[in-house]
């Protein structure tokens, strides 16, 4: 008889931004050093299909599956702490999820009978989670928003219905909250998180662990009171603390025995948890050798959650140097006007990621232009791998007019452009595409292949010839430039391996420029830097020494 999948559902309350996502994968990360196997799934209560067209200030990062799929932050942070393969089954919407119900609807699926929340609606989300149950030991779903929210209310229905449909013994229920330290009274205070677990019971779902985020140790007396008023066991009131390095989470988690506890309930045999791996990287982020300041130019650095993948790549590049990485972020809007050298002038390394848009486009060239004349190591990504492209076509090249498509339809010199036709190497399909094609139709999204060619920065740093790595854009390198730029000192070390799509680019003659069209830092792992970023923060750190 095949063993059952159990299922973990994890809750917030109180207030937002509680770090349900840490929270979520954090366990997995911990189940998963007992020996099981995992997968998280985030459930949205928003009515976006996906993130894909929401503005980063907003939602912050949108993360990339390998399958193409434009998905939560939170996913990114499943990624990092577990083995599990993310994809498009990993993050519903209340809109995903409505738009089938509505589609099967028109289609005459529920034979003329009106459709409605309950059960149409709460069945589609259970058949979502259930999508993604296949071959684990154990599903970790974490339902956004906050409760009492009225849009979570049909996710928090079908995740209480579905404890019935699989068993009690199969589900186990998680409630994130806060216990806040009043500083003028000099207590922690449990009246929020008691008012967040009757609003939970009151929809008929009970709690079996509260993870009660603070920024001290809980003391037996506060957890024997929480667990007497929110009708727990004092062992299943777990402390949440602060951390200063987000991979001690799982650390802090174990330490309050809440895998055990997890197991317990869930009546799962396991061994004991092998945490050296975290403990080890945990103790090199504390103490590192060396540090060095990355110089971030982006248009969204007023909101760091909106490059978060990007800002733990460049961590993982630090401890793989041995090296704490100091974030610079620059508004590239700042260093339009030509001042450059004021704003990066303290960075060993400069960063130009992603992002759409014209604004704040010439304080990235300007960024792009100090650190090829200055030489200090350069990284762009995405749109800053197109950025390096215009600088060095019209400082270089002698093409002064050039200019992204994107950002100048008229320019003479489009270097950059909007590809209309090319070959998708993953399905051999030939895909098309214009200026009138609707947002989510015009990406290039997901992992798709890259040939490196021998002796250059990039083969340097991942020491084989075909790598695959994630895409989130639009607009290509113009093939009819190439031989221009490439008569200049322009290298093509990254090609599709058709040749029609650039994805790597370098500059001769620098200690470390590399431009690149797809977003390296999805696959960077804590204990596995991606190798883009390590050799990027090796180059930083000898630029460094050499100015010491």
Known sequence: ???????????????SSLGKGLASAAIGALLESRGLSVTIQKLDPYINVDPGTMNPFQHGEVFVTDDGAESDLDLGHYERFTHAVIGKNNNFTTGKIYYSVITKERQGDYLGGTVQVIPHITDEIKNSIKLVADGVDVV??????????????PFLEA??????????????????????????????????????????????IQPDILLCRTDRYLSDDIKRKIALFCNVSKDAVI????????????????????????????NIWTREPRLEAWENFVKKYSSPQNEVSIAIVGKY??????????????????IANDCR???????????????????????EGILVPGGFGTRGIEGKICAANYARVNRI????????????????????????????????????????????????EKTGTIQKRDVNS??????????????????????DAYRRENISERHRHRYEFNNAFKEKLMENGMVFSGMSPSGDLVEIIEIKNHPWFLGCQFHPEFKSRPMNAHPLFRTFIRAALENKRSRE
């Open 239 to 266: 402390t949440a603390k602060d951390v200063d390095c987000i991979y001690e989470v799982p650390l802090v988690f174990h330490r309050e025995g809440l895998d055990a506890k997890i197991v317990e309930l869930l």
């Open 159 to 204: 995740i209480r219905q579905f404890r019935t449909d699989v068993g009690k013994e199969n589900v186990l229920y998680i409630h994130l909250t806060l216990v806040p330290y009043i500083g003028t009274a000099g207590e922690l205070k449990t009246k929020p998180t008691q008012h967040s677990v009757k609003e939970l019971r009151g929809i008929g």
């Open 438 to 459: 609707a947002k989510g139709a015009t990406m290039r999204l997901g992992a798709y292949p890259c040939r490196l060619e021998s002796d250059t920065l990039a083969h």
């Open 325 to 347: 990485v100091n974030l610079i972020f620059v508004d590239s809007e700042q260093v339009e006007d030509g001042t450059c050298s004021q704003h990066l002038n303290r960075a």
């Open 1 to 15: 008889m095949a063993k059952a999948t159990k299922f973990i559902f994890v809750t917030g309350g109180v207030l």
């Open 140 to 153: 970790i779903v974490e339902i956004g928003g906050t409760i009492g929210d009225i849009e979570s209310l």
């Open 301 to 318: 650095v007023d909101l760091t959650e909106s490059y978060k993948s990007l800002n733990e790549a460049l961590y993982h590049g630090g």
């Open 377 to 424: 190591p350069y990284f762009g990504i995405c749109l800053g791998m197109q950025i390096a492209v215009i600088e060095f076509a019209r400082n270089v090249a002698g093409l002064a007019a050039a200019n992204s498509s994107e950002f100048d339809e008229n320019t003479p010199y489009p270097v950059i452009y909007l590809m209309t036709e090319w070959l998708d």
